[in-house]
């Protein structure tokens, strides 16, 4: 762990040798870090924007397979290989996501509190910011709020239901389990919804108590995600989020 | 079919399954966020649930036996669960 924190530093203290900011080093990490992780991230991105494009055909399964949940799964995945999805990438590689979550946060945060590395003294000026400080004028924060819920609108169109089986089971106990079921399924979706909202504000609030070049990579990374967001989907529930606020402030207006 | 729990560690266990279901949905956002990618599950039946249900019918050690066992054989197409 530690050796490959070492790494991780090396290359900021490079970089900050580089554009003798620790500001601009962090910027730069951020694209070179998320530049790497691209190559993971495009087949992700071209499974949720194909899983979108099946929906109606997986409608259509779930009413051929009513009540009959192996059946239902078996021609899921049946479907998922014909237009060669691959939607199961698992938990695991979550949990390899988790750990260099943790890495991250650990060497930005040696990075940024530490004011000399391997004889390298560290600028923390970085135009009104002292990164290794709090933003005192809280545009840090409010930018990485706004930015937070930007993606959040663009990459959760609507807060749909997660995919539960039709509740039509002759047997009453079957029905109760089902219901209970579809009960976790929209108390998961009311929380996506939830979400939506929520992340954003705990962003910022979060970004008020952590030193600014923390911030400063946040809002980069959140920033670099919506673009690349919107080179996959456009800008997906964000223009939904738009119409249905456009709608409720002119009521007259009519939503396509 | 589902059987209610009356031991307390399948209670624990459970509401600890529960428990996660809940903090999911914030893991997903900050691993798009900060990473730009988070792996999605498409079964009808997530693990978590999946494992629930087999801690209610085999009782607790089994049931998170056959939740992990699902977990780790969790590949492309894989229907076999």
Redesign the interface.
């Known amino acids: 762990m530690q050796q490959i924190t070492n790494v991780f530093l090396e290359i900021l203290v490079q970089l900050h040798n580089i554009t003798g900011s620790l500001g601009w080093s962090i910027l730069a990490f951020t694209f070179l870090a998320?530049s790497i992780?691209?190559p993971?991230?495009l087949p992700?991105?071209k499974s949720?924007k194909k899983?979108k494009e099946v929906q109606p055909e997986l409608k259509k399964l779930q009413e051929k397979h009513r009540g009959d949940?192996k059946a239902?799964?078996?021609a899921?995945?049946e479907l998922?290989?014909k237009y060669n999805i691959?939607?199961?990438?698992?938990?695991?590689?979550?949990i390899l996501?988790?750990g260099?979550?943790i890495l991250?946060y650990h060497v930005l945060i040696n990075f940024i509190s530490t004011p000399e590395i391997n004889g390298v003294v560290l600028n923390p000026k970085f135009f009104w910011l002292d990164l290794a400080h709090a933003d005192k004028l809280y545009v840090l924060p409010v930018l990485a709020g706004i930015t937070?819920l930007i993606?959040?609108l663009m990459?959760a169109p609507g807060g749909e239901v997660r995919?539960?089986?039709p509740n039509d089971s002759k047997s009453k106990?079957?029905q109760v389990?089902n219901k209970k079921?579809e009960d976790?399924a929209q108390m998961?979706a009311t929380?996506?919804k939830q979400?939506l909202f929520v992340?954003p504000v705990m962003?910022a609030f979060l970004a008020l108590s952590f030193p600014s070049g923390l911030a400063l990579y946040?809002v980069a990374?959140?920033v670099?995600?919506i673009i690349?967001q919107y080179f996959f989907s456009g800008w997906g529930g964000l223009s939904l989020y738009s119409k249905r606020i456009l709608a409720k402030i002119r009521p007259t207006t009519v939503i396509k | 079919?589902?059987k209610k729990l009356t031991h307390s560690r399948g209670l624990v266990v459970v509401w600890l399954i529960h428990g996660y279901?809940?903090l999911h949905?914030?893991?997903h956002?900050?691993?798009?966020?900060?990473?730009?990618?988070?792996?999605?599950?498409?079964?009808?039946?997530s693990?978590s649930?999946y494992t629930i249900r087999q801690i209610r019918n085999h009782g607790t050690m089994i049931g998170l036996k056959k939740g992990f066992s699902r977990?780790?054989k969790?590949?492309?197409?894989?229907?076999n669960?």
């Not at chain 1, 691959?86 to 979550?94: D, S, V």
């Open positions: 998320r992780l691209l993971l991230s992700s991105l949720q899983i949940k239902l799964q078996v899921q995945m998922y290989k691959n939607p199961l990438a698992g938990c695991l590689p979550q996501q988790l260099l979550l991250l937070q993606l959040s990459i995919d539960v089986v106990k079957v389990e079921e976790m998961a929380m996506q979400m992340m962003t946040w990374t959140t670099f995600s690349q | 079919m589902s279901q809940l949905p914030i893991l956002q900050l691993l798009i966020t900060i990473l730009g990618f988070s792996s999605t599950c498409r079964q009808p039946e693990c649930n977990i780790l969790c590949r492309s197409y894989a229907t669960h």
